[in-house]
């Protein structure tokens, strides 16, 4: 009698990261494909507040052929949020990435049109249901200098302000981000978004939120992630850290969750850091398959991560 009342103590006091996570959201990038996954979807729903679809909203799982919109996949995972009290994240609209080759044979006001009206569709379609958006991602170079894209090599830079502007007509009140990797710390790139940014609010563009995808490595946490953050939340935009994973890069676990304790403390230290989506939780369905970067192993044992996520959040 008196071990199952200890159990059942240990069971109610057994915590988990979203008891902790109040000032921030912590979430995780999900697959619906996963969630037959009895483990997977018992710790994703257990651990987390907030989800990103991996995939699943990108333009060709969305809109394969033109007009022809399958939501079905992001609606399992949009339902699976709402179920478990999760945030949801929307990712993402305007990409160089998967788009699917009907758009990228488009050019000129046929191509401008046709990226309106996805935009247009697939906010009005998850109206209420999407906490953020990253509404245009990944459109710098390492240099500081815009992607040769579709987009950019059709609009210039003009896409970015219209992308923003059609995606705030459709659901006015959704965040609208930003988002790209290797801004983490001051750099050319970084300081190219920083000036876009600046820009676009100028202008009065709609642009809540700048997202830091934080694909990093044990031993290249960038030491100025924090004050980096501060300078963008000082133009009067949230940021986030939106990818987060961390290779071992041949070094311990403990280092690792030292690494991703640093993270979220640097996320917790600046005001206007609204929460970190960790890339996918396991190393079973992880797109990094030659290391091992997430908080839970690929049999789903916790590593020393998530003790110290858990701790950080406190
Ligand atoms: O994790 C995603 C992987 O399953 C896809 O195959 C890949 C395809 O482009 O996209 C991965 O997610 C990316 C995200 O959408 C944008 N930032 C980089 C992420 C990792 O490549």
Redesign the pocket.
């Known amino acids: 009698m008196k071990l199952i009342i200890l159990f059942a103590l240990i069971g109610s006091i057994a915590a988990h990261f979203k008891d902790h996570a109040n000032k921030i959201y912590i979430g995780s990038?999900l697959a619906p494909d996963h969630l037959s996954d009895s483990q997977y979807s018992s710790i994703a729903a257990a651990e987390f507040n907030s989800l990103t679809p991996?995939?699943e909203m990108?333009w060709d799982a969305v809109e394969p052929s033109q007009g022809n919109y399958n939501y079905g996949p992001a609606d399992q995972l949009v339902q699976f949020g709402q179920q478990n009290g999760m945030k949801i994240r929307g990712?993402?609209l305007v990409w160089h990435?998967?788009v699917p080759s009907w758009v990228s044979g488009l050019s000129g006001d046929t191509l401008h049109q046709t990226m309106i009206s996805h935009i247009t569709n697939v906010v009005t379609h998850f109206k209420g249901s999407i906490y953020a958006w990253d509404v245009v991602?990944?459109i710098f170079n390492e240099d500081g200098s815009y992607r040769s894209s579709l987009w950019y090599n059709n609009f210039q830079t003009s896409f970015v302000a219209d992308a923003f502007q059609a995606a705030a007509a459709a659901d006015p009140s959704a965040k609208l981000y930003i988002n790209d990797?290797n801004v983490e710390y001051t750099n050319a790139k970084s300081n190219a978004l920083y000036n876009l940014v600046k820009e676009l609010k100028s202008q009065g563009v709609p642009i809540h939120g700048v997202g830091f995808?934080s694909?990093l490595a044990v031993g290249q946490i960038p030491s100025d992630f924090a004050t980096n953050l501060a300078r963008f939340t000082a133009l009067g935009v949230d940021v986030a850290i939106t990818?987060l994973d961390i290779k071992q890069n041949g070094q311990s676990q403990d280092a690792q969750a030292a690494a991703y304790s640093e993270v979220i403390k640097d996320c917790l230290s600046v005001n206007g850091c609204v929460g970190v989506t960790i890339?996918?939780f396991t190393d079973k369905y992880s797109?990094i398959s030659s290391d091992t970067a997430c908080p839970w192993d690929s049999n789903y044992q916790a590593k020393p991560a998530v003790a110290a996520i858990e701790a950080a959040l406190q």
């Open positions: 990038a991996e995939n990108k990712h993402t990435s998967q991602n990944e990797y995808q694909h990818e890339w996918g797109w």
